[in-house]
């Protein structure tokens, strides 16, 4: 019976990284190919979030249909702020970056705070995934599972297209070596805004998907920022199964702490990240 | 081995016993032994991605080697940090201008004297108050013709002034052996001629490695030459057994293929 | 620049040229005398501006000289505030004392990280102070038995400054002494930056790969100057929590590091005044708008950040000197 909780808290911790996967592995392969330092990443999974709440709330839409526009709304809005703001800094400090992009987060927490007020949003999950059902003998919440399936097949999908497509390979050439990428007549340009879109749409979903665990208010684009960056520099930048193992085991190691010790609080978060940094710098599978 | 046993009691000044280095697969050095004797002129040549610069960021340590020893006089080095290696009279220059842009000459050069002289940390007198730093420095500026620019921003300078700012800063922390990772690279032919010229005139305590590719400059200066191929010390000697030597002249007519 | 022709000449007129108090720079600090006559309502307003513009030099110290890009400067801050507050509870309620213990803890905690912080550089940098930040915070939030937690230091009770002067409602003396501790760090920090070290400083911020080729031991120098600029942050807490007499969490918020950081970018980094004047247009800025939504406040924050780094890359002070150089500073 000693099993039963242990279970129980590294399955919701599991979920919970399933979570953290999704809103930072875009962050991740974008800081990889172009070292661009993007601190506003949570809002565009912010916006994925309000998008889901409005859709459902005040359209009436189903959850699950919501989702795919989630993805495509915060990755198109994405890469209008690519094109208009950031790549004019790819050259620049990484300073300059941190100020523009905590600007632009700071901005998208004001905006979302006027138009859908400072409370928490509410949203209607489809019967199916709410509730909880007993798997070898644990309780277990449907909707923790339906976020670790999605977080396994985005890893899958991910992982499959970095592998074996066209695309992929330009990805990772460029992620590897950008000079040599060039130099082989690659559009590292065109790749980076196909990923950077990609990675933010991925947030967006991840936004829509943390409501029911986490919630959702104005301050999401700033209260999440530090997970992901800590999933990012423990992971190592540009690698997805890096972000997936530093995610799964933030999320796993924060809910064992809350169960546990819930007297250290984040602390043991923060110690481990900075633990992590200094034993390698690059992070758990970075090559740099 | 080649060398004349004249003077055994003196050792080379620079020398590398077994230098590896790769990066995962790509070896970029493979047991480098070499030495460069005191007050020599040598030049390091070979085609490129032969491990030139590489070779001088092992011995400067910038990079680690994975294996083998790297000797000043007797005195192993390899150990040290690279502004340690600096404060034992090992100095370089870079092929691609490592400089401070926002610095203008003379404080540049004045930095690099107040390293050498160890007051750089001191935070309570003025820079202007150091007056012998700031002499020390000028007199480095003016011998390699700086001294009229020296308050002009590093950025501002023109190209061919930038290379011989390089060299200003590395000869300010008193070099005993300096590394120059091609000294006039990207300078006008006529005018490459100016910075070696600067060079011929240094003294002969100074002992100098440098990489160049103009084989013209290399024999008009080099007292000896190391040839480099593929990480790899290929050949090494005067210029006159270089110059004889065939498999030098079969990996240059190979090399000349590639461009 | 207009003198290079002559200055070429000597070098060492040009080095002094440089490090000469300026006129502009005596009206400026006269100018912080005006507070006492014409705006006695708003002197609680000019100290908070003071302690504010003190954490920004210290900053501007570690961001403007080394290049050293900090997200957690917070830390420093809230471990003097808390320690002045917390020596205070226990009877120590003379503020000079406090002041320090509050530079020697926070220099103390600064020395230690510096260990950490002189080993990287880029996004790892900012991860780890942005991490240390976070940590002290949290440390900070779990002990309550010494901190208060989140209800803050209870029973904070400052004396008299130097046994005879009481701090006022109106903040006289508050402003007076937030000023003076300015002013004399001002005068250290400016020694400090036109001194050799200061030249080394920039050195790193300029080429950090090329310090160790001219022989410099660049972590040694980053220790330093961030061991000093973590004693100067502590004293801008230890006066925040003296002359409000009051120490919360808020202290050691991640808005706080942001705050301080948007102060000296807008006045601009590397000149010592630019966190001075950002303070002044911040803490003004605040004051005038507080009438607003604060969330419309971090609105025209972030508009702010975002067209400083698109338009004014070098601050207001490296726009106005395009306009008249009143300094050939950091040039």
Known sequence: MALGPIFGVLFDGFA??????????????????MNFINLAHCAFAMLGGYVTVTLTNRFGWPFLATLPLAFCIAALVSVVFERLLYRRLYRAGELDQVLLTIGLAFMSVAVAAYVFGTVQQPVETPSFLRGSFSLLGVSVGAYRLFLIAMGLAIMLLLTLMVEYTRFGAQLRAAVDNQRMARGLGINVEGAFIIAFALGSGLAGLGGALAIEIVGLDHSFALAYLIYVLIVVSVGGLGS???????ASFLGISDMLGKYYLPELGAFLIYLVM??????RPAGLLGRR | MSAPAAAPAQPPALSTRGLSKSFGSLVVANNISMHVPQGARDALI????????TLINLITGMLRPDAGHILLGNDDITALKPHQRVKRGLARTFQINTLFPHLNALEAVTLAVCEERGIAGNFWNSLSACTAAVDEAYAVLGSLGLAADCTRPTRELAYGQQ?????????????AILLLDEPAAGVPREESAAVFAALAGLSRNITVLFIEHDMNLVFRFASRIIVMVAGTILAEGTPQEIGADARVREVYLGGARHG | MAFTRTAAADPHRHLHAQAQWQPIELV???ATLIPFFLFPKYLALASQIAIAALFALSLDLILGYAGIVSLGHAALFGVGAYTAGLLSTLGWGDPLLGLAAGAVAAGLLGYVTSFIIARFRHLA???ITLGLGQLIHEVANKASWLTGGSDGLQGVRIGPLLGRFPFDLYGYTAYAYSLVVLFVVFVFARRLVNSPFGLALRGIRENPVRMPAIGAPSPAHVRKIYTIAAAIAGMAGALLAQTTSTVSLGVLDFQRSADVLVMLILGGAGWLYGGIVGAIIFMVARDQFSGINPQLWYFWIGLLLVCVVMFLPNGVLGCLQLAAPWRSKAS
């Open chain 1, 16 to 33: 919970y990284g399933m979570l953290l996967f999704l809103l930072s592995v875009g962050l991740s392969v974008t800081l990889g190919m």
């Open chain 1, 240 to 246: 997805i199964g890096g972000s997936f193992v530093a």
């Open chain 1, 274 to 279: 900075i633990a992590i940094l200094i034993w």
């Open chain 2, 46 to 53: 070979g085609p490129n991605g032969a491990g030139k610069t």
């Open chain 2, 163 to 175: 290379r011989l700012l390089e060299i200003a800063l590395a000869l300010a922390t008193k070099p």
């Open chain 3, 28 to 30: 400026f600090w006269a």
């Open chain 3, 125 to 127: 940098l900012i991860m």
